[in-house]
């Protein structure tokens, strides 16, 4: 008979993560657990395992068991898919990491004035209500490192290559688990950045031209050293992030802010949360358009790079438009919005914004709703915005 079981009272191996979003695909496409999983006497999992490990890491609650395999096709919003992200309340914590996975979701507000269309209302989500580095980038450090507990158990540091949010997050996450963490950021990465992660306790090696620079030689020197790197760049709980949290927000959030959207516009740097944002919405409802945002060539802007999708993430799905911005784009942008709106995005949301401005203005989208992901605010690039004023 299958019974509901709390899904963290449950033992399983690990199964292979082809398969895991195989069943993440379902799961979202189906909006149901099809079939029980199958327990021993020890609430140890013997069939169905995928089953398992994807509604555990899609954030359900409960998940419907039995002693043998039962259809049963309950709904997940029934087995607490939703409760993670549904409820911060009062807002106490018992320590600073659960401001990265307790306190959410993070606000969506709209933005007036941006394109004189009074019919494409824009919707910011704001990243920077993120505890550690103030940006999307410490969901992703955090749940790398919630999920590799068992490999850093006996590791006394954590190395990581990163333009600057990513190892900003990582350090003040190592400071929390008396971790030693040292971060190699290429040259002309923000200034606040250095001085942030000496606060923190971190080491910065500043070296190479671009993130791609320093990757093998962050491996080279974990190895000697014996420290873990996270690898952003590979890591799939890069991406899995933002499937079960940025994505599922959204969603929750529009349903609620009575938000019917159209499409979703984000920028990209490892692509780790357009990834997730495009395989959750391509997989939910077929008729969401994801816009990614990339620096026009020879226009750097700190945090995101062009992308060339040949050596995408497992989960395959890629924004459905790519939109190439300036650096002065962003600039105006983000000025716009300021002078609008009285909150100042950071350069990548700017970029964002601008994405959006050039899709209206070439027709690409029509009226309706849009979700734009501003990874950070513009207080962390003041100087940059000023001087590019003069
Ligand atoms: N914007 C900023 C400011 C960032 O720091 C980053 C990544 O480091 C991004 C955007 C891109 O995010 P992702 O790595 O998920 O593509």
Redesign the pocket.
Known sequence: MAKVENIDNLKANMADYDKIIDRIKEILKGNTQRYTVVINENNKIIKNEDTFWALKLLGAKLILVSDKEEEVNISIEFLGYYDEISDPGIRVYNNTLELVNKDKPTPIVKLNNIIENNDINIWAKLEWYNPFSQ???DR?AWYIIENSKEEIKNKEFIYEV?????GIALAAISSILNKKSKIFIPKGAPEYALKVLEILGSIAVVEGETTNDLIKKVIDEAVKDNAFVPN?FKNIF?VLV?IRYTSKEIEYQARYGKIKIKGIFA????????AGISFYFHNRDNNIKVFGVQPKENSPI???KRQNFDDWWLTKEKPDLILDVSKNDAISALKKVAKHNGIIP????GAVLAGIIKAYNEGLIEKGDYICIL??NGLKYLNEIIKSSQ
Do not use: R, V
Request: hydrophobic share 20%.
């Open positions: 940006s999307i980038k992703t990163t333009s600057a949010n990513t952003q890069n933002h920028s990209m740097g490892t692509g780790g949360h357009i700190p945090g995101i950071g350069l990548s949301s990874p950070d």
